[in-house]
Nanobody, 125 residues
């Protein structure tokens, strides 16, 4: 499975960005998908999960501002980010869990087996 993340860039505080993660090598419509991020000098942290039955889970810091979704026809998962803040600045990674029980580990990296290369989001004040 290969994941290609795109859509990162520079935006001012309050702006929006939409990240995409295109999967190849496997149909991911029934897999748990997620977005994580890592700021410079910090540990990688959860942004959002999307389970195989399309239940969502968000980090408290992004609730109400970010939305995770998928397009099965395009084998792609998205992260719509609104009302961006400087503290959202990070490299954003998408991931997929291919095991049948991946969804039981949401909110942790144990849910995920494959990771994309990351896309940089920079929010200026």
């Amino acid at each position: 499975v290969q994941l290609q993340a795109s859509g990162g860039g520079k935006v001012q505080t309050g702006g929006s960005l939409s990240l995409s993660c295109a999967a190849s090598g496997r149909t991911v419509s029934k897999n748990t998908m997620g977005w994580y991020r890592q700021a410079r000098g910090e540990k990688r942290e959860l942004v959002a999960d999307l389970t195989r039955d399309d239940k969502t889970n968000y980090a408290d810091s992004v609730k109400g501002r970010f939305t995770i979704s998928r397009d099965n026809a395009k084998n792609t998962v998205y992260l719509q980010m609104n009302s961006l803040k400087p503290e959202d600045t990070a490299i954003y990674y998408c991931a997929v869990g291919v095991r049948h029980d991946s969804f039981t580990y949401i909110n942790t990296e144990r849910a995920y087996d494959y990771w994309g290369q990351g896309t940089l989001v920079t929010v200026s004040s």
